[in-house]
């Protein structure tokens, strides 16, 4: 196999993606391990790297570069890429790299990308990987304004203006959804085969609930336990209605970001899947990027923009 001339990496919490890449731009490997930040400490990172990538690390050649955006810049992670403050430039994001510790291996050369953050008061956020991704939006259609939806654990709501993220929004869907069928008294109307996939039918009552009175998202909720108590709702009910309860609040509580035009999504294709359906039942419009093709191509436009790296 050629030896990439860079490693492009997205350490997440839960999992890290490699992509081997050539002197030209092209993908030579991939892989995804299940080493994410969560299941490390600081000086962990070195040796995973080194390990992972031990076919394709020489001791008397040039040092591999490897960029990395996520989770490995956190405060918890490797080395803490400081968040860059709004308004923040996605052509700028390669430049604020930092470099972390590689405890004496110079086979390979790693640099940290930042998150982004807004500090004004009362509207206090912050992402982390996902500012990767919407550089790869802008490298797919050069250009780019408007809203972007990044559904996900933390769904994040982004408006791009000339290049600059001014303003952005998270939304704890994802997380919430996990929570509430793991701890809370809703678990008992979920449990049964979780094989079995969230029925359509619970899913557009929960969406149209969520959409209708986003407002009475407390109330709402408590109907998934209900409904299994008094109307024989099966589990894969239960699981739909709290899946498009929690979706469809969500895009209620951001119809205020809505611009003409298309929304966005950057996302997997069944996030995306299940946002569009909400979002044009809300009557918006909205394409779809794949995530990891938008990461992709972000670490290589931030990598240009590291004229040493």
């Known amino acids: ?5 860079w490693i492009a990496a997205d350490w997440g919490t ?10 030209n731009g092209e993908t030579l490997f991939s892989f995804v391990s299940g080493q994410g930040m969560s299941h490390l400490t600081p000086a ?3 040796e995973v790297l080194a390990d992972l990538l031990a076919d394709h690390l020489v001791a008397d050649g040039p040092a591999l570069p490897v960029l990395i955006c996520g989770m490995a810049g956190a ?22 790299a930092v470099r972390p510790d590689v405890l004496d291996d110079t ?12 500090t004004e008061t009362g ?9 990767t991704q919407l550089l790869g939006l802008l490298d797919i259609s050069p250009g780019f304004e408007g809203i972007v939806c990044l559904p996900g654990t933390h769904s994040k ?12 929004e998270t939304a704890m869907t994802g997380e919430l959804y996990g929570v509430l069928s793991a701890y809370s008294v809703l678990r008992h109307a979920l449990a049964g085969d979780t094989a079995e996939p969230p029925s359509d039918d619970g899913l557009a009552s929960g969406l149209m609930e969520g959409l209708d009175g986003p407002e009475r998202l407390s109330a709402n909720l408590f109907r998934t336990r209900a409904a299994a108590l008094v109307a024989d709702r099966p589990p894969s009910w239960c699981r739909g209605y709290l899946s498009g309860l929690l979706i469809g609040t969500e895009i209620a509580a951001h119809r205020d970001w809505r611009q003409s035009g298309k929304i966005t999504l950057i996302g997997t294709q069944k996030l995306c899947d299940l946002y569009a359906a909400a979002l044009a039942e809300d009557g918006a419009e909205s394409d779809c990027i794949e995530a990891t ?10 990598r240009r923009q590291i004229l040493e790296f």
């Open 1 to 5: 196999m050629d030896k990439p001339h």
């Open 14 to 23: 839960s999992n890290l993606r490699l992509w081997g890449v050539d002197a």
């Open 44 to 46: 962990d990172y070195p």
């Open 75 to 96: 405060r918890q992670g490797w080395a803490e890429a400081p968040y860059l403050p709004l308004p923040a430039r996605l052509d700028g994001i390669g430049q604020a």
């Open 107 to 118: 086979r390979f050369l790693p640099a940290i990308l930042p998150g982004l953050c807004v």
């Open 123 to 131: 509207h206090e956020d912050v992402m982390r990987g996902e500012e």
């Open 157 to 168: 709501w982004v408006m791009i203006e000339n290049g600059t993220v001014a303003r952005f």
């Open 293 to 302: 093709r938008a990461v992709r191509l972000g670490l290589d436009a931030a």
